[in-house]
């Protein structure tokens, strides 16, 4: 099993930035896919940036230049730098954690992130 902690949500006007964090533990060792996915009321749960296979990163188009996928292997933590914030940004981020061997996911929390315009 994985174990995934989020934190750094909050209320930030239009503009401005955020740094979520995502502590990982358990069995990590496995962990072939790790990011970031958000929810908007009223849609779909969506990717916004991942650590994929082979440690390169995707970001989804909409955030692109924007945010930051980072992560610190001594702290089992993924981070996402989130700049240039806008409305349309507000949503619940969820840290999700893919293992492949097994097929599972495992999901964190969850973390409000509200922009005010």
């Known amino acids: 099993q994985v174990l995934l902690v989020e934190s750094g949500g909050g209320l930030v006007q239009a503009g401005g930035s955020l740094r979520l964090s995502c502590a990982a533990s358990?069995?990590?060792?496995?962990?072939?896919?790790m990011g970031w996915y958000r929810q908007a009321p009223g849609k779909q749960r969506e990717l916004v940036a991942a650590?994929?296979?082979?440690?390169?990163?995707n970001y989804a188009d909409t955030v692109k230049g924007r945010f930051t996928i980072s992560r610190d292997g001594a702290k089992n933590t993924v981070y996402l730098q989130m700049n240039s914030l806008k409305p349309e940004d507000t949503a619940v981020y969820y840290c999700?954690?893919?293992?492949?061997?097994?097929?599972?996911?495992?999901w964190g929390q969850g973390t409000q992130v509200t922009v005010s315009s």
């Open positions: 358990g069995s990590i060792l496995r962990i072939d896919v």
């Open positions: 999700n954690a893919f293992r492949a061997q097994w097929g599972d996911n495992f």
């Open positions: 650590f994929t296979s082979g440690g390169r990163t």
